[in-house]
DNA sequence: TTTAGATACTTGACAATGCAAGGTAGTTGG
DNA sequence: CCAACTACCTTGCATTGTCAAGTATCTAAA
């Protein structure tokens, strides 16, 4: 897959996903996997950063199945960067693809 | 706009422009800048990298309104390539949508 | 002819972000 | 104890867009 595709918007892929419910890191790199290919190297950082910026808060969790759990939460502030971006991103990709149609159409 | 979203669509859109009718640099900045907010200066070095990459070739042309123009035309490999990278698109755009929905549906 | 302004393009330092590869810890079963 | 699995985290690197500055060429006005 093209790497380069992804840069930025996994940022908005991680705050929605966390947004509908709390999840741990680990977690949150298989559920996105499912979607978009992507490395647990990528994923963690991206936590970190997210947090720093307090569109994140953490709490921990005990596990029967290993270490214990560091959940992430979205906060207020985080909602609002949630709707931001994705209306970033919506904006955007109907413009590549208003682009895209028009260098396509006579074919 | 968010600058990240653009890596790598603008290579994409840039093999997309040049294959449907040959231009040169700065026809090409305000062509893209319809659609996406970008810097010549990022134009240019792209142009000269997927020239490298033999996806183009290049040609002068004399113009009344300033220095000669130098033409991009896209080559056999290009065309490979543009297929190659819109497919890539469609299918990292639906799987983002697909999330995005996934993570959206009960609101 | 020299100056100003527009056009056309190049270069280099810079920032953001994804990836591969590695390391740390806890739990469970052999 | 050791292997395997879960979970977490860090480091160095490559790619690519941005910005500022600079080069060069043409036209037209002074």
Redesign the interface.
């Known amino acids: ?9 996994l ?3 991680v705050l ?2 966390v ?2 419910k709390d999840m741990y890191g680990y977690e949150l790199v298989l559920e ?1 996997s499912k ?2 290919d992507v490395n647990d190297g990528t994923i963690y950082p991206l936590l970190k950063r997210l947090t720093n910026d307090k569109y994140f808060e953490t709490y921990l969790v005990d596990s029967t199945e290993g270490p214990a759990r560091k959940y992430y939460k979205i906060t207020v502030l985080g909602k609002e960067r949630v709707k931001e ?2 209306q ?2 919506t904006t ?2 109907s ?2 693809d ?3 149609k ?3 159409k006579d074919e």
Chains 1, 2 share one sequence.
């Open positions: 897959m093209n790497t380069q595709f992804k840069k930025g918007v940022e908005l892929i929605l996903a947004s509908k996105v979607f978009v971006l994705k970033n991103w955007f990709v413009g590549v208003k682009f895209i028009e260098c396509t």
